[in-house]
């Protein structure tokens, strides 16, 4: 029993990436697909929804055998399949959810739907197997800035959230007007490397009587007003400055709040997630400050920071644990709640 072999065929399709992945026991990632569609998305500046789904529908088949065979097994050596069934765009997530219905009904298994922030948790379990609940995480994606107390396994408390823009969208903005393409999170990132983080000072929003909420919009405005006033000048704007100040204020902001709820709270473990989780300027400064602080940091590498299939396998692994199955009216829940099931 104790040595007993859980293989979980995973399935993600709520936003622009077609994703799926065979992982054992919630932590060993045997395979990971994906297909992703930024380069169809990139002419509109954004994910086009219809778009996302008519293309999920055309690659989900081909992800699924590709994971399958990296894995080295067949559908037989599968125990549980795992289904990304919100939040995210309902088109894009119904073609997931059919599809995982499709398969462990033709084969008789057993479907666990998973949330999709609970994924991007989970994505800090695969490379740091000492990694066991409770332990603060900072979830930054294109659609979530959250800052939750992970308390067991797929039990969270919620302690901040962004009021306004997720991280993630506030980056793409800002690289939006500055003339960078969709996603503009990773081309930021590089940029603000060849400028002077101190060069432009941007506000910090801060929320009364909520320690622990964020808000991106004031930076944005702040970015596009600046902006404004250098083009009305004829002056040059010095885009790597720009970018560097920006990811400046947003990452100091993402990691004041972190520590101050890693103290409040008697965290000794913090980790990051999500999609912003790739940026290189949060990940060092928040390294810099759980040092400072004596906690230790965890963060996934890059691939699994960004939309994937493993860590959905992963969630589903602890939900699948626990005892969680879903019947066949499982249905996508573009607005799902973090902790239902
Ligand atoms: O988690 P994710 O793939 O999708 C959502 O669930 O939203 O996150 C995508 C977001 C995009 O806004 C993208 O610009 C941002 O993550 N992102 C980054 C970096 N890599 C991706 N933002 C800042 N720096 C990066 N290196
Ligand atoms: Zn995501």
Redesign the pocket.
Same mark, same amino acid.
């Given at each position: 029993m104790g040595d007993e072999k859980i293989r979980i065929l995973a399935i993600e399709t709520? =936003?622009d990436e077609t994703a799926a992945a065979v992982v054992e026991n919630g932590r060993r990632v045997l395979s990971n697909v994906i297909s992703s569609q930024i380069s169809l998305h990139r002419t509109y500046g954004g994910v086009v929804p219809e778009i996302a789904s008519r293309k999920h529908i055309e690659k989900i088949d081909q992800v699924i055998r590709e994971a399958l065979a990296g894995a080295d097994v067949t559908l037989d050596g599968i125990d549980a399949v795992g289904v990304t069934y919100g939040p995210g765009l309902v088109g894009a997530l119904l073609v997931g959810v059919a599809e995982a219905k499709a398969i462990s009904y033709a084969r008789g298994l057993p479907l666990v739907g998973v949330h999709?922030i609970e994924g991007?948790v989970s994505a800090d379990y695969i490379e740091h197997p000492e990694l066991e609940p409770p332990f603060l995480c900072l979830v930054v994606? +294109? +659609?979530?800035t959250e800052l939750v107390i992970v308390e067991d396994y797929g039990v969270f408390k919620i302690l901040g959230r962004t009021r306004d823009d997720a991280a $993630?969208?506030a980056? /793409?903005k800002v690289a939006r007007a500055i003339g960078l393409s969709y996603? +503009? $999170?990773?081309q930021? /990132?590089k940029l603000a490397k060849e400028g002077d983080p101190h060069s432009i000072v941007f506000p910090k929003a801060k929320i009364e009587g909520a320690p622990y909420d964020f808000s991106f919009s004031g930076v944005k405005s702040s970015v596009l007003n600046y902006l404004n006033q250098h083009k009305m000048q004829g002056k040059e704007i010095p885009r790597a400055d720009l970018a560097a100040s920006f990811q400046h204020a947003v990452v100091e902001v993402l990691v004041e709040h972190t520590m101050r709820a890693a103290e409040g709270f008697h965290m000794k473990h913090v980790a990051i997630a999500? +999609?912003?989780a790739?940026?290189?300027g949060l990940r060092s400064a928040m390294q810099a400050a759980c040092e400072r602080a004596g906690i230790r940091f965890y963060r996934p590498s890059p691939i699994y =920071?960004?939309?994937n299939a493993a860590m959905i396998g992963a969630a589903a692994y602890y939900s699948y644990k626990k005892g969680v199955r879903h019947g066949w009216d499982l249905n996508a829940v573009p607005n799902l709640r973090l902790g239902e099931h």
């Open positions: 709520s =936003c999709h991007h994606s +294109g +659609g979530h $993630g969208e980056f /793409d996603p +503009g $999170g990773p930021i /990132d999500g +999609g912003v790739a940026n290189q =920071c960004t939309d």
